[in-house]
Structure formats: C-alpha cells, structure tokens
C-alpha cells in the first residue's frame, strides 16, 4: 500500500493480513491518492485467477455508483496486437439514472423518464432511481457505503413503503383509483426497475452474509425523502402518473381475479370430494 500525502509517497506491506514493517516514507510526488496493489494468497483462496468480466462488471457498477469517478481496467496477461495490454475504462457523468438505463436497455420502457432523488438527512447522502417496464417483475438493487445489500434493509423498506403509500394517495387524490381499492406493495412495483444508494458514516448490517443494513433511523429517512420526491414528480408529470397508477391497477386486478380462481377450484375440489 503506497499513500500519496503532503508531497510524500508513505508505503507499508502485508502478508497473511500484517505488516511486515512498519509505515515509511519512500519517495516525493505531487499528486494524492492511495495505490493498492495486491496478490490472491493460495493459503487463503482456493482460486487464484482473476475473471476479467467479474471485475469488469464490478468497476462498471461502482462507476455508477460514484458519478465523476474514472476508472480503469488493464489486463496485462492480454496484449493487443499493437502491443499495448487490454484495457477498458469506465466512467459515468449521471450516475444511476444511466444504471437505470444500462439495466433497462433490453426491456421496453413503460416510462421514458427516470425519477430521481439526490438529497441528504442527518449527514447522510441518499440516492434513488427508478423506471418502470411492460414486465411483471421487480428489481430492486440497493447498496451501502458501494456495498450491495442483496438482503436488502432499512434503507429498502423506507422506499417501498414510499412507493406504495404516494402511489395510492395520488390515485385516489385524482380519482384513478376507486375508494374501495387499494394497490399493494407487489402491485405499485410490478414492472419496476430501482437503485436505491446510501453513503451512511456507521452502517450495521445483519443477515448471514452480512448484507443487510440494519440502521433503523434510515426507513424513516428514506420514506421521508423519496416520499417528497415521488409525490412532486407525479404532480408535475400527470401523464406519466397516471401509466404508472394503471400499471399498478392492472396487477391488482389481475392478482385478485387469480385468488377468486384459485378458491374457486378448492371449492369445486372440496365439492367433489
């Protein structure tokens, strides 16, 4: 590990996880940064070799997540034909309204505009993206700290909960949705694609894997924040408003004709018995 700081370059390496001397100063420079350079320990990992395309999709993904941020790949156990290594740059100036886009790219868009929140609460920067799709399906990826959070948390169920409440209230508000119908929380995101991306100073996270955030104030904070957003954009954006409360209102109505289906059958099954 090299620290570029004040003009000096700091070094210090590791082995087996400890120092093998402690930090000293090796040269001059006049840039800053940290540079990280490390090999897989085949004590520790039963494989060795890197995936190209493991870490390719993993640097696109934080260049996402970290609008501005410039990053490249350089394979060199790959050289080109004009000698120079195989290498592959990622950078992304809108962040997650293009990982929205790159998810969305081989579906068809129910929506052309993406929603969008970049707000901060309590010192904590939130992030949130979304579109919606002809599909059925919903995808959700959330992430701390540049963390996925494949077991979700707090973070999450402040979204969905936002989701399903302005949703609802802007139907009934405008008369799309009857007064004895309520869209549930898998109708409102049938057909939705989201990232939901949060930078928190002491995340504590749960589960077995440890990917699930755990900070109860962050429901709250997220529910506050997207409900806010959500609530204003579908005020200035009535058209778009009202596909997305249709959307949701299809999947109701489709949701509960398939349960009178289904008891409908136990009925008859049960008669016959």
Known sequence: TQVFRNG???????????PLYSVKEVATADITGTRQQFWPDDTIFTETVYDYKILASRLRELAYLNAGLRI???????????GSFKSEQFYSEE????????IESSREHLINDVIYLNSEKQGIPIEVAIMYNTGFSENVHSYVNN???????????????A???VINNYGRDNN??????????????EGLVAIISIKHPNPQFEGQTKTKLGNSEMSTITNKLFSEELDRFLLENPKVAKIIVEKGLQASRARIAAKKARESTRRKNALEF
């Open 72 to 82: 490249t790949l350089t394979d060199r156990r790959v050289v080109n034909e004009d």
């Open 147 to 161: 963390i996925n959070t494949i077991e979700g948390g707090t973070h999450e169920e402040g979204f969905r909960l």
């Open 176 to 189: 799309l949705i009857k007064k004895d119908e309520t869209l549930s929380g898998d109708d409102v995101r």
């Open 95 to 102: 962040g997650l309204r293009e990982f929205v886009r790159f």
């Open 8 to 18: 000096k370059i700091y070094q210090q390496e590791y082995e087996i996880g400890k």
């Open 163 to 165: 989701l399903t409440r």
